[in-house]
T-cell receptor, first 111, second 111 residues
Framework: RKEVEQDPGPFNVPEGATVAFNCTYS??????FFWYRQDCRKEPKLLMS???SGNEDGRFTAQLNRASQYISLLIRDSKLSDSATYLC????????????FGPGTRLSVLP | DVKVTQSSRYLVKRTGEKVFLECVQD?????MFWYRQDPGLGLRLIYF???????EKGDIPEGYSVSREKKERFSLILESASTNQTSMYLC??????????FGPGTRLTVL
């Protein structure tokens, strides 16, 4: 079983749609969690950290369920500029030395 | 803002050549990482370093070595490049268990 798994995608949605991505991780000792976005042929960039209580940043909401080892990302009112690959990232320890990346889910927002 | 720079954006080398990829960060981060990213395989960790002169193997260290003589600089070395090392190489840094910051990547082609 892979350590971090994500919806396989791709997701093709119209502008204005709400879209949700799911991610599961296998190591219950995982300490910190992130969503990154990666544009085509560019480096990954942090979208948001994911906190136990859930957190929101504008149109983006992230949730963490430690009991189910599940992370989600919700994007409301999708924009064309949201088109990218979304990577779920889990850090297995407190020293920041063991980041595990999911395979990514590709999103295309269509006009 | 953290700045992570990589020595080349695009590189073309021949089989058997020795290749140096350099990464420099300006934020005094302890941890530095080298990944390769291939279609369908996601990001895979080659090596990381948590301090000057310290290094740890990642998931796919075969055919690579690294050097960290100064805190801000982390080099990836391909001792004898092979065609299966054609890939996008990404350097990243982090402090503790906080998020990683990535360089722009080097797209290496080995002929």
């Amino acid at each position: 079983r892979k350590e971090v798994e994500q919806d396989p995608g791709p997701f093709n949605v119209p502008e204005g749609a709400t879209v949700a991505f799911n991610c599961t991780y296998s190591n219950s000792a995982s300490q910190s969690f992130f969503w990154y976005r990666q544009d085509c042929r560019k480096e990954p960039k942090l979208l948001m950290s994911v906190y136990s209580s859930g957190n929101e940043d504008g149109r983006f909401t992230a949730q963490l369920n430690r009991a189910s080892q599940y992370i989600s990302l919700l994007i409301r009112d999708s924009k064309l500029s949201d088109s990218a690959t979304y990577l779920c990232v889990v850090n297995l320890n407190n020293y920041g030395q063991n980041f595990v990346f999911g395979p990514g889910t590709r999103l295309s927002v269509l006009p | 803002d953290v700045k992570v720079t990589q020595s080349s954006r695009y590189l073309v080398k021949r089989t058997g050549e020795k290749v140096f990829l350099e990464c420099v960060q300006d934020m005094d981060h302890e941890n530095m990482f080298w990944y390769r990213q291939d279609p369908g395989l996601g990001l895979r960790l080659i090596y990381f370093s948590y301090d000057v002169k310290m290094k740890e193997k990642g998931d796919i260290p075969e055919g690579y070595s690294v050097s960290r003589e100064k805190k801000e600089r982390f080099s990836l070395i391909l001792e004898s490049a092979s065609t299966n090392q054609t890939s996008m190489y990404l350097c990243a840094t982090s402090e503790g268990s906080n998020e990683q910051f990535f360089g722009p990547g080097t797209r290496l082609t080995v002929l």
